[in-house]
């Protein structure tokens, strides 16, 4: 009988090792090999890459080391294990632009551009915000995640405002804030469709998707607290554009992909968004005029419609109330501009 399950590799052993990716599996999982799971999980990983990895001894589950062919069930913890740190430690400050809308001794208040990454991660290890941020400004205060200066963050194709803790307690401050959801933070979003309601709230537990890992998904039901975490978003109409909606969106909480989750769960998917499939035409004809228009907003706009244009706290030294503010960025704007007389045409 085949032992999948390497025991030479007691847990006094990986003392010397670094965590790169951990994972607990679903409760309601049937089996699956280990090197197909890891490849739902991790984006950009292939066969062949995971596969070197378990036979070099990296893929660890329940703190034994494991062959490829491993069948992981519900509850199994599954690591992987190598002897350098992951990238995403290993910081170097780059000279990179960062647009600062405000500093002082406590924060600073960043606009980043789209196709910006905040952080590096996997197939993200430089050209971040967080490797300018540590060029342009010495010993930022390190969060839980030893991420300097981090309180939170928007996706990289997202568009926007950001706050960044200068000092430890600013950091502590900040965080607090976001835990205790008093910031305001206020998106502007393009979607597919004519949102009915003037104003609407979106609620629902967001967690990983189970067929689909590189989403996000609202989960519903009697276990849903079990598969997700709450979320609450609220929008408002802004402007009518005919197969699409101009929206404002308020956070109430944080969750990563809020927005992009909670519009797709209504019906009304981000504008070009490709994660969740809004670079398809999802509402109007495919009438070879219309799909030449839309395929120029897409070139025009080659990201989600989405962009952090508010952003208010409390300041966490002088207890002020600050709030900013950024404009739609061009690309943004072209296309809501592009729609509206798209919209107006089709009127008349």
Not at 112 to 120: D, N, T, Y
């Amino acid at each position: 009988m085949t032992n999948d399950i390497d025991s030479v590799d007691p847990l006094d052993q990986q003392d010397d090792l670094h965590e790169h990716y951990r994972f607990v599996v679903d409760k309601g999982q049937q089996p699956l090999r280990v090197d197909k799971f890891l490849m739902n999980r991790i984006e950009h990983a292939t066969r062949n890459k995971i596969q070197k990895a378990a036979k070099e001894g990296h893929i660890y589950v329940n703190d034994q080391s494991v062959k490829s062919n491993y069948k992981v069930k519900g509850k199994d913890i599954v690591r992987v294990l190598f002897t350098h740190p992951p990238h995403e430690f290993l910081l170097v400050p780059q000279e990179i632009p960062i647009d600062i809308v405000y500093e002082d001794d406590s924060v600073v208040v960043v606009n980043k551009p789209a196709g910006m990454v905040v952080h590096p991660g996997h197939g993200n290890y430089q050209d971040t915000l967080i490797n300018g941020l540590i060029f342009h400004f010495e010993h930022l205060p390190e969060n839980q995640n030893n991420r300097p200066g981090l309180v939170h963050r928007i996706d990289k194709d997202t568009s926007g405002l950001l706050v960044v803790a200068k000092t430890e307690q600013a950091m502590t401050h900040l965080a607090q804030q976001f835990f205790d959801k008093s910031t305001q933070r206020e998106y502007i979003a393009i979607v597919w469709g004519n949102v009915e309601d003037d104003k609407g709230t979106v609620e629902g537990y967001i967690g990983r998707h189970p067929k689909n890992r590189l989403q996000n998904t609202v989960f519903e039901g009697e276990d849903a607290h079990l598969k997700g975490k709450p979320a609450v978003t609220h929008y408002e109409v802004i402007e009518r554009l005919g197969y699409v909606t101009l929206i404002r969106c308020i956070l109430e909480t944080g969750r990563t992909h809020q927005i992009r989750v909670h519009m797709k769960h209504i019906g009304h998917t981000l504008f070009n968004d490709e994660r969740y499939g809004g670079n398809e035409i999802l509402k109007g004809t495919h009438f070879t005029k219309y799909k030449q228009f839309v395929d120029n907003c897409f070139k025009i706009l080659p990201r989600q419609a989405l962009h952090a244009k508010t952003l208010g706290f409390v300041h966490p030294k002088t207890q002020e109330l600050m709030h900013f503010d950024a404009p739609l960025p061009q690309d943004l704007d072209a296309a809501i501009d592009k729609w509206r007389n798209y919209a107006k045409s089709s009127q008349n």
